[in-house]
């Protein structure tokens, strides 16, 4: 479910959560990609969903003076991709938390491979995105140009 804003911007806090709200699902869906690539036929779908959000997020502005009215680099990377940390053993233990609560998709194995692909994908998105959105005021992409940024990092990293 998508939430729109219209060129609204928030105080810090609502802004906060409403950019942490996507956090859990855009942390399923990028180990999603990462464990499953396309065997599912799930990976554009996820995609999708996670340049959807992304774009969510570039929208969402703070009432502040600041130009671009944005949260800096490192909030952004903690708000977003908080749950993977900051290092392998972070993203080990956001799959073996991904692994206890899924009920839907097939087991996976945790292999070291694993762990270092989905930490080098979670690192060059967040780099990508984060410092988009601490920059830019509403930047011109479309849904679909977020879509093919996406792409372009997450397929170096498919199994």
């Known amino acids: 479910m998508k939430k729109y804003i219209y060129a609204m911007s928030k105080a810090r806090g609502p802004a906060k959560e409403h950019i942490e709200s996507y956090r859990k699902v855009i942390t399923d869906h990028l180990i999603e990609c990462i464990v499953y690539g396309d065997s599912l036929q799930c990976y554009a779908h996820w995609v999708g969903e996670l340049a959807a959000w992304f774009d969510d997020i570039n929208k969402t502005e703070l009432k502040i003076k600041r130009n671009p009215p944005k949260f800096k680099y490192k909030e952004y990377k903690e708000y977003v991709f908080g749950l993977f ?75």
């Open 85 to 159: 940390g900051n290092t392998t053993s972070d993203a080990r233990g956001a799959l073996l938390s991904y692994q206890a609560n899924n009920k839907y998709y097939p087991h996976f194995d945790i292999t070291r491979d694993l762990v270092l692909r989905l930490s080098g994908a979670v690192l060059d998105l967040s780099d990508m995105f984060c410092t988009e959105w601490s920059t830019s005021r509403g930047s011109d992409f479309s849904t679909n140009e977020i879509e093919t940024m996406i792409h372009s990092v997450l397929d170096e990293y498919l199994d």
